[in-house]
Nanobody, 119 residues
Framework: QVSLVESGGGLVQAGGSLRLSCAAS????????MGWFRQAPGKEREFVAA????????NYADSVKGRFTISRDNAKNTLYLQMNSLKLEDTAVYYC????????????WGQGIQVTVSS
């Protein structure tokens, strides 16, 4: 069982930056691929970014490519999402998630954290 806790959300003006963190309870954090997802009001949850267990491979949704950067520090059991050039449409609850190395789905989810971008 992996417990995930997001932090770093809040209110920011359009064009600004935020960095989200996701702290994992599991000492074998490096045994999981990790991802960020978000859900805006009235919309379905959508994929934002993913990173493999070592940090050597990343993947992004087209909507955030070039603006967001996913990274991880396995020594600190922490996942990050650096968000730059934020847009109004980035407003959502952001979730981190963990996927076992042989799993096909994300098995563990954080509680989510609000990011609000204002004009």
């Amino acid at each position: 069982q992996v417990s995930l806790v997001e932090s770093g959300g809040g209110l920011v003006q359009a064009g600004g930056s935020l960095r989200l963190s996701c702290a994992a309870s599991e000492r074998t954090f490096s045994s999981y691929h990790m991802g960020w997802f978000r859900q805006a009001p009235g919309k379905e949850r959508e994929f934002v970014a993913a990173i493999n267990w070592s940090g050597g491979s990343t993947n992004y949704a087209d909507s955030v490519k070039g603006r967001f950067t996913i990274s991880r520090d396995n020594a600190k059991n922490t996942l990050y999402l650096q968000m730059n050039s934020l847009k109004l449409e980035d407003t959502a609850v952001y979730y981190c998630a963990a996927q076992g190395l042989i799993a096909s789905v994300y098995d563990y989810w954080g509680q989510g954290i609000q990011v609000t971008v204002s004009s």
